[in-house]
């Protein structure tokens, strides 16, 4: 009863968070709003595994770039799919990918498996780079409707809608897996995977479902991309941004709760979309270097882990 009335909440705010936005009419923040929400899914998804389960994933743009470029093959191949279905294919093509990927390396521990996930984004970019039907390295142009279905408008303030469900979901679903067994067999493995397994949890399993849940998160967030951005190369589907904003939000918000990587992506990202419209030359003197998302989120990052470990959520908690 308590999970259904926390996701008629998560909806009820969702709804008005977009009615607001509608009433706002302003399409730059429609597509402010949707990388910020992008950023809560992608951050809540690689928390599930790094977060819950103590396993740091930094392959985060693999899984996020299968989606996208799942998105650019459909789109090719059946050009009136609706979107979410194309964002569901993209998750369940990740999370397969997922559930692969875990197997083969989640008998790997510490800084051995977080090596094999970048090794694992090196993999997928080459493969993308060299694959000619999703354009290569040239890259591909997907064409954004003028209209959004359904609710009229602008095309953005549909992706907008389509990307706040599906953080609706993944928040959902977070919070239901940090009050469930399969949270608990979790939180046991990060805190100590032998006396885990030395207990009877059964520690590859609740490894696999992670890999997979997040890997398959990652991939619907990264489906709508195409749409979003119109011409997408590997550059961009395998941005940095993603990678480090990914890891760094959790960690700012706090990785021990669903809400953390929620707070760090509405500050973090928050900041990086004032960053892109705030005229810093007639300040200082200077422009806004293209690598500036990448050095907030960094910056942050390095003094929550230094001064807040538990991340703000953390902080609160201790406090209470």
């Known amino acids: ?16 968070i977009f009615a607001l936005g509608r009433w706002y009419s302003n399409s730059y923040a429609f597509f402010a709003a949707y990388i910020v929400v992008q950023y809560i899914v992608l951050g809540t998804a690689w928390n599930i ?37 194309m964002i569901v ?14 197997y083969l390396t989640l008998r790997l521990r510490g800084v051995f498996f977080s090596i094999a996930t970048l090794a694992l984004a090196v993999v997928v970019q080459t493969l993308i780079t060299n694959w ?9 142009y997907v064409l954004r409707p003028r209209a959004a279905p359904l609710i009229g408008g602008e095309y953005i303030q549909y992706l907008f809608l389509v990307m706040l469900g599906l953080c609706v979901i993944v928040l959902a679903t977070a919070r239901a897996i940090e009050r469930s067994g399969l949270g608990y067999g979790f939180a046991a493995i990060r805190d100590d995977e032998a006396a885990a397994e030395a207990s009877g949890v059964p520690t ?30 590997p550059s961009s589907g395998f941005s940095l941004n993603y990678a480090v904003n990914a890891i760094a939000m959790p960690l700012i918000g706090g990785t021990s709760s669903w809400l953390g990587p929620a707070v760090g992506a509405v500050l973090v990202g928050g900041l990086q979309e004032w960053l892109k419209v705030v005229q810093l030359r007639e300040w200082l003197g200077i422009g806004v270097p293209s690598e500036a998302n990448v050095l907030v989120a960094g ?15 953390g902080l609160f908690q201790r406090k209470k």
């Open 1 to 16: 009863m308590r999970g259904l009335t926390f996701s008629l909440v998560l909806i009820a705010v969702a709804v008005a």
């Open 49 to 85: 595994l790094g977060g819950y389960t103590g396993y740091v994933n930094f392959g985060v743009t693999a899984f996020f770039a299968i989606g996208a470029y799942s998105t650019v093959v459909l789109y090719k191949l059946v050009p009136a799919m609706p979107l979410p279905v």
């Open 89 to 102: 294919i993209g998750g369940v093509l990740a999370g397969i990918v997922g559930l692969g990927t875990g």
């Open 132 to 140: 000619d039907f999703v354009g290569g390295a040239r890259g591909a």
């Open 204 to 233: 590859l399993k609740l490894k696999l479902i992670a890999t997979v849940l997040s890997g398959g998160f990652m991939g619907m967030a990264g489906a709508p991309l195409p749409y979003y951005v119109t011409y997408l190369d």
């Open 299 to 313: 910056l942050l990052m390095v003094a929550f882990v230094i001064l807040a470990p538990q991340g703000i959520v």
